[in-house]
T-cell receptor
Framework: GNSVTQMEGPVTLSEEAFLTINCTYT??????LFWYVQYPGEGLQLLLK?????DKGSNKGFEATYRKETTSFHLEKGSVQVSDSAVYFC????????????FGAGTQVVVTP | GAVVSQHPSWVICKSGTSVKIECRSL??????MFWYRQFPKQSLMLMAT?????????EQGVEKDKFLINHASLTLSTLTVTSAHPEDSSFYIC????????????FGPGTRLTVT
């Protein structure tokens, strides 16, 4: 079956540091890949997505590139802010599964001033 | 656009009682809604997929008689936890897929259920 593996947290960074959260996946087909963010006390929000190999999703300074050869979708941001403190979830959706999302375990990111 | 609400945001109930959680798409029609459960500091676990006007499809290991899902309209799905027990205490999250707009899901803010 499909699965998503992402690095464990918490990840603690200083403001303006570089952030990388690794995400790898296993899927039988050609899934779409997503990063969701959950801010404290709020629901999940779509951060970015990529639907085919070599696509790069980007939003709010975050980027992730769909790498089919390494089955990865790592999230990066060049300079984090305190407001980026949240839990980040990598997810995939297989076209054969009616759009159901398979989530990774989530990575908590804490950015300190 | 694409706002999903849940009601209530927080509920406490006594063991043995039932509680209903509503999920509404406020500004779009949702042919498909999903219900997830999230344990503290853990990921979301899909419980069931609900299509408007038809029976929900439950994931393996989810008791359909315990977690009743109804998707009576294109903007409303409900999850009823029947005969709740303390182990049902969790964070329940719904999401909705916009009609005719691909596979992207829009998430509600979640409902915290505590069973005493």
């Amino acid at each position: 079956g499909n699965s998503v593996t992402q690095m464990e947290g918490p990840v603690t960074l200083s403001e303006e540091a570089f952030l990388t959260i690794n995400c790898t996946y296993t899927a039988t087909g050609y899934p779409s890949l997503f990063w969701y963010v959950q801010y404290p006390g709020e629901g999940l929000q779509l951060l970015l997505k990529a639907t085919k190999a070599d696509d790069k999703g980007s939003n709010k300074g975050f980027e992730a590139t769909y790498r089919k050869e390494t089955t990865s979708f790592h999230l990066e941001k060049g300079s984090v802010q305190v407001s980026d403190s949240a839990v980040y979830f990598c997810a995939l959706s297989d076209a054969d599964s009616w759009g159901k999302l398979q989530f990774g375990a989530g990575t908590q990111v804490v950015v300190t001033p | 656009g694409a706002v999903v609400s849940q009601h209530p945001s927080w509920v406490i109930c006594k063991s043995g009682t039932s509680v209903k959680i509503e999920c509404r798409s406020l500004d779009f029609q949702a042919t498909t809604m999903f219900w997830y459960r999230q344990f503290p500091k853990q990921s979301l676990m899909l419980m069931a997929t609900s299509n408007e006007g038809s029976k929900a499809t439950y994931e393996q290991g989810v008791e359909k008689d315990k977690f009743l899902i109804n998707h009576a309209s294109l903007t409303l799905s409900t999850l009823t936890v029947t005969s709740a027990h303390p182990e049902d205490s969790s964070f329940y999250i719904c999401s909705a897929r916009r009609q005719g707009a691909g596979i992207e899901q829009y998430f509600g803010p979640g409902t915290r259920l505590t069973v005493t």
